[in-house]
């Protein structure tokens, strides 16, 4: 597939955009994101047949969106050399997941990235895959290299939920990093169990959940996107998919309406604590794939 490259003209021109600077702007005369000239790549790859009518998944096809997305971000032809660019045989690799009900990090992919993983030469005992009880388990906190999945969908703490707050399980008292709209949420990415650990984000966007008014995932809310957003970069990959969500969400509901609460911890991760940027022109946005409805 030929990646298409976002350039900074196309997202002027993109009618998100507006919606997106009054989502991100926590006060008046606040920059939009840390002082940098250094761009990160994120990969938005989708493929038209990776679901069925049903949203069956399709798994040579779910294994080819992996590959290829991984390839494209660091520069490699052969899927199998990008990902021993990533992972080295001596690592101890946790696979953060997501199993909330309703809406979970689908096991094909989960048993995608760890058999990956093994194709880097990592042995089997040296990989962990696991939402709750990474404090516990003893690959996770030996950890070398961690890789982070998790699904995109609105969220009533913290405006959506997102690879950012995909490590909140990495904490003990999980409700301490709820006020503000959780907005320190990147405060848990510069603790030693993951600070510097993750080698890859991947926000899954196969059937994202674009709107909720409270913890239940409503089925209208829900629309087959048949994506993956894939970075090294939390935030960059986190501030994309929210572009995709507002956009629909502006769509649906025929006004630009904003996620309340606002998901101020995207830009919080970016400005106070460095994490990665959250300025889309700051951003390299390549597309790969299905282009029709990519709503960015």
Not at 149 to 171: D, E, L, Q, W
Not at 271 to 277: D, E, M, Q, R, V
Not at 279 to 292: A, N, S, V
């Amino acid at each position: 597939m030929k990646p298409q490259v976002i350039t900074r003209r196309d997202f002027l021109r993109d009618s998100a955009a507006a919606t997106l600077a009054g989502t991100f702007l926590l006060g008046s005369g606040q920059r939009l994101s840390a002082q940098t000239t250094k761009t990160t790549r994120v990969i938005l790859i989708r493929a038209q047949d990776v679901l069925d009518d049903r949203n069956t998944i399709n798994v040579p096809v779910l294994n080819q969106m992996l590959d290829e997305s991984v390839a494209t971000l660091v520069n490699e032809n052969d899927p199998l050399q990008a990902w021993r660019q990533l992972i080295k045989p001596d690592d101890m690799v946790g696979i953060k997941t997501n199993r909330y009900p309703s809406l979970s990090v689908p096991s094909e992919l989960e048993q995608a990235l760890k058999g990956r993983v093994r194709d880097a030469g990592v042995d089997e005992e040296n990989i962990s895959i696991l939402d709750g009880g990474v404090l516990e388990d003893p690959i996770f906190q030996k950890a070398t290299a961690l890789i982070n999945t998790r699904p995109m969908r609105a969220h009533s703490y913290s405006g959506v939920g997102t690879c950012i707050k995909n490590y909140i399980r990495f904490i003990p008292d999980r409700p301490s990093i709820h006020p503000d709209g959780c907005a320190e949420l990147a405060s848990i990415w510069k603790l030693p169990i993951v600070r510097g650990k993750t080698k890859l984000n991947i926000l899954v966007m196969l059937t994202p959940l674009f709107h909720t008014s409270g913890m239940r995932v409503s089925p209208q809310y829900l629309w087959t996107y048949k994506g993956l957003v894939v970075g090294t970069d939390p935030v960059a990959v986190d501030a994309t998919g929210l572009r995709i969500i507002q956009a629909k969400r502006n769509i649906y509901f025929g006004e630009e309406r904003q996620l309340n609460p606002p998901p101020k911890h995207i830009q919080v991760a970016d400005i106070k604590y460095g994490l990665g940027t959250s300025d889309p022109e700051k951003i390299e946005l390549i597309k790969l794939g299905w282009q029709e409805g990519a709503l960015i």
